[in-house]
Structure formats: structure tokens, C-alpha cells
């Protein structure tokens, strides 16, 4: 891009239009901050895997890296030279389709004078009218991202003389959607925001007169940062010369935390709307006890999401935990590769049994969700083939049976195994011995906030938002056809 000092290296490109991720930004009051997000883009490496970037303002310009790959990998040597006092990093896993680099942020744009990056989590639920729009207007966009379409709006706004916080009140009036976004400008400026629903986490720390933005307070742990509180929905954060300025943008009519980031997402040592992610996965394997009947030997977790849920069940049934499955650490999550095939393989790779602990047992296997139902299929029958005498399943999260758009790569009812089968066809499905799922009231109480201020979206059907309410709908009318290959059951439009 033009006048934009960026270096991006990377394999063949494809743009695409979703994604969730993680982000960090941090504004200091001396010192470099390269090393800072880059440590923090390690504690948020889960939230996304395939690339990787960081924007620091160095004093004079914004200097901009984006990388294919892993943070370890592929962003050391940039964090020993890239210096400022001032910057923004990112994670990002692509859902659908090839991988791609030309979508990797943080993304900068120049705009006259000025120069804005921008790195965002979370998904745009009328990302193509949006775009649309602004190619109407003559306003091409560089990638295919509806995080830069929020960057596009945001300055449209911004160069007709509008403010930080005008610019995203603006923004908040024309997209529907999840953004947790970081900004950082050729002026040296932090800005941070967070949708109107609170969809996806976003915290704030500091250490004296520093600022730091995350997505999860694991971030902000791992550079001895301490945690402030979580961003209020509407709410922005600007951090400049004249100190920090605190705003809300947008009006909230409701909250819609994701019960996904506590289940699954984020990492159980996090901080989520001051509730505990460990704490909450401990009571969802609690809550599960009642569903224990018979002689078990062991709870065995599926690694690593699972553990604290298994030692809660444990805690209330007596039954030990047993680590039953061994992952290999170097294949990463599954459920966010882009591709069926990628994921079925990365299954057999990341996983193998433990004979001496499976052999003759009677087991409680212990997993946090099942969307497509392609991993837990494998890990069934990789326990059964290791002598297990029985399997029986549980499930700490309600069964998936709606699309998610606000930054969770469930796009489609024909992805979900429990949208088209019962739950005894899913256990007939999976080789299960038995399977039960956590009760949506029982969800609820683990993670300790009011229902109506949670979105369970996937779970219900129900959405905060009306396009989004309306798209399910659209998608749950499509007459379906079952796949070609894949898992016997599942329905695909």
C-alpha cells in the first residue's frame, strides 16, 4: 500500500471474509513495545494459528509485519527490531477455505496525512452490504476483511471531521456484529473499542502510566501487567499524549457475552466479565455428576480444554481422572483448521491413547463441545481399539444447533451434528456407550452471569441481532442433502 511502511511475507494468497482472533495493544510511557505484544501474542496464540502481526509506531511513521504462521515461529526476530513506544499485534485463524496471508493483520491504511492499523476479533454480520456500500462510493478495498471495512467506515467518518469516539459511534450506527478492535495511528495514538453487545472478551491493564488492551487478561499475565477490568460493551479507550480518555460510543440495549469463550475459547488461567474461565469449567464438569450411573474406573479429559471440567466431575463422583489421551503439542486445535480434511487428519496426529490406562476400563470421556462431531468419532473409536469396555461420553456444553455470525466458525446448520440428528443418533454416530450434554440451565449457572446477558445463540437459535436472526432462519430453510463422505448422519444444504 502506498506510503505504508509494511513487510509481509507469506505463501499464495485467497481472500475471505471471517474470522476470530486475538488482539493486543499497548501504549507506553517509555520503552518498546514490540517485545511486550509479542509475548502477549503468545499468551493469545489459541485464538489463532495461521498468522500473525504487529503495527508500532515508531516515532516518525507506523512500520507494520505480518507473518504466515506461528507467533514463536515467525515473529521473534521482528520483536528485537521493531521499536516504538506505541503498537497493536494480532492472531488470526481463517475459517473457510484456503489459508491466506493477504487477510493477515493488523491492517494499515493511509488516509492524507495520517496512517491508521487496525486489529480486530470478531465477525461482521452485514460485512457484504457494507462492502457493497463502499464500493458504490469508490472506496476499493484492499483485502477482502470486514475488519478493514470497519477501518474504511471509521475513517469515512473520521476525515469528515468527526472525533475518535464520533467516528465509532458511526461505526456502531452502520455494522452489525462482534468487533473487539485495537487502533494504532502515525500519531502515536492507542485506540481501543468493543461492540455495543460485549460479544467478544476484551480487557484493559497498566503498569503505572502504561495502557494495555487484550482480548484475554492472559495477555497482560504474561508481561506483568496488571488487570484493570473488562471493556464495557459501547465503551471506547483512547490513549495519546493527553492521557487516557474513557468513553462510551454507543448506547447498549442488552449484553451478549459468548458462552463459547468460557466453554471452549479462551484459555481457562483468563479473566472473562471478572468471572474465572477455570472456575467456570469446573462447575460445568460438577453439574454433569448427576449424570453418572454404574461402575466407572476413570474419567479420562480430552486434552487440553477438558482437564478442568474432568476434575470437577471427579471432585463429586470420587472417580479418578486419568490421562487416557496423550497430545502431541505440536498439532494445534483442530476445531479451528479450515478445512474437513485438515482437521480429520490432524486428529490422528494430535491424539493417541494411553493402553495401560484404557485397557479393560470402563471410562467417562470428558469433552467441552461437539460441533461437527469429527474428532470426538476418532477419539471413541481410538479408545475402544485400545481395549476399553465401555465409553461413555459427556459433553460440558448444550448441543450446537445454530449457526454462530459474531466470530465463531460455526457457519452453517450442515456443520452441526446436532441440528440434524437426536442425541441418541449422535451416540449411535460417535460408538458411545452412552452420551449425555450439560443442560442450558446448567451452562448458565457455571458461568454465574444473568441468561438474558449471555448469547447462546447457537444453542437457542435466538440472536441479539436482527440480520443475524434472520440469516439462521434463512439457512435453517434450506432443504438439506446428506454429504458425500464424512460422518454418517450429518446433513449438508
Not at 19 to 26: D, F, H, L, T
Not at 187 to 210: F, Q, T, V
Not at 336 to 352: C, D, F, H, S, W
Not at 380 to 388: F, T
Amino acid at each position: 500500500m502506498e506510503g505504508i511502511h509494511e513487510e509481509v511475507l507469506g505463501g499464495a494468497l485467497k481472500p475471505e471474509g471471517r474470522e476470530a482472533c486475538g488482539v493486543m495493544g499497548i501504549s507506553l510511557e517509555r520503552g518498546n513495545v514490540s517485545p511486550i505484544i509479542y509475548y502477549g501474542l503468545m499468551a493469545l496464540q489459541h485464538r489463532g494459528q495461521e498468522s500473525c502481526g504487529i503495527s508500532v509506531y515508531d516515532g516518525s511513521a507506523l512500520r507494520t509485519v505480518r507473518r504466515y504462521g506461528l507467533v514463536g515461529e515467525e515473529l521473534k526476530r521482528v520483536a528485537r527490531t521493531l521499536g516504538g513506544r506505541a503498537g497493536i499485534g494480532h492472531v488470526r485463524y481463517s475459517t473457510l477455505g484456503e489459508s491466506s496471508l493477504i487477510n493477515a493483520q493488523p491492517i494499515p491504511i493511509k488516509m492524507g496525512g495520517e496512517t491508521f492499523s487496525i486489529a480486530h476479533n470478531g465477525t461482521i454480520v452485514n460485512y457484504g452490504q457494507l462492502r457493497e456500500r463502499l464500493r458504490k462510493r469508490g472506496i476499493m478495498l484492499k483485502t477482502e476483511s470486514d475488519s478493514e471495512v470497519i477501518l474504511r467506515i471509521f475513517l469515512d467518518s473520521y476525515k469528515r471531521g468527526c472525533d475518535i469516539f464520533g467516528s465509532l459511534e458511526s461505526c456502531s450506527e452502520r455494522i452489525e456484529g462482534g468487533y473487539s478492535i485495537v487502533i494504532v495511528n502515525s500519531k502515536g495514538e492507542l485506540i481501543a473499542a468493543r461492540d455495543p453487545l460485549g460479544l467478544r472478551p476484551l480487557c484493559m491493564g497498566n503498569s503505572g502510566n502504561s495502557v494495555a488492551i487484550a482480548s484475554e487478561s492472559v495477555a497482560l499475565d504474561i508481561n506483568s501487567l496488571s488487570l484493570i477490568g473488562d471493556i464495557e460493551p459501547g465503551t471506547a479507550v483512547l490513549v495519546g499524549e493527553e492521557g487516557v480518555d474513557v468513553e462510551r460510543f454507543a448506547s447498549c440495549p442488552r449484553r451478549a457475552y459468548c458462552m463459547f469463550e468460557y466453554v471452549y475459547f479462551s484459555r481457562p488461567d483468563s479473566i472473562l466479565e471478572g468471572r474465572s474461565v477455570y472456575d467456570v469449567r469446573l462447575r460445568l464438569g460438577r453439574n454433569l455428576a448427576d449424570t453418572i450411573d454404574g461402575d466407572i474406573d476413570s474419567i479420562v479429559p480430552v486434552p487440553d480444554t477438558s482437564r478442568t471440567a474432568a476434575e470437577g466431575l471427579s471432585r463429586m463422583t470420587g472417580i479418578p481422572v486419568a490421562e487416557g489421551l496423550i497430545k502431541n503439542r505440536y498439532v494445534h486445535r483442530t476445531f479451528i483448521m479450515p478445512t474437513q480434511e485438515a482437521r480429520e487428519g490432524a486428529v490422528r496426529m494430535k491424539l493417541n491413547p494411553l493402553k495401560s490406562v484404557i485397557k479393560g476400563k470402563r471410562i467417562v470421556l470428558v469433552d467441552d463441545s461437539i460441533v461437527r462431531g469429527t474428532t470426538l468419532k476418532n477419539i471413541v473409536a481410538m479408545l475402544k481399539s485400545s481395549g476399553a469396555k465401555e465409553v461413555h461420553v459427556r459433553i460440558t456444553c448444550p448441543p450446537i444447533i445454530s449457526p454462530c455470525f459474531y466470530g465463531i466458525d460455526i457457519s452453517s446448520r450442515s456443520e452441526l451434528i446436532a441440528a440434524n440428528n437426536s442425541v441418541e443418533e449422535i451416540e449411535r454416530i460417535l460408538g458411545a456407550d452412552s452420551l449425555v450434554y450439560q443442560s442450558l440451565e446448567g451452562l448458565i449457572e457455571a458461568i454465574g452471569l444473568p441468561r438474558e446477558d449471555l448469547c447462546n445463540a447457537c444453542l437457542t437459535g435466538e440472536y441479539p441481532t436482527p440480520m443475524a436472526q434472520e440469516r439462521a432462519e434463512e439457512d435453517a430453510r434450506r432443504p438439506r442433502r446428506p454429504i458425500a463422505r464424512g460422518i454418517e448422519g450429518i446433513w449438508r444444504a
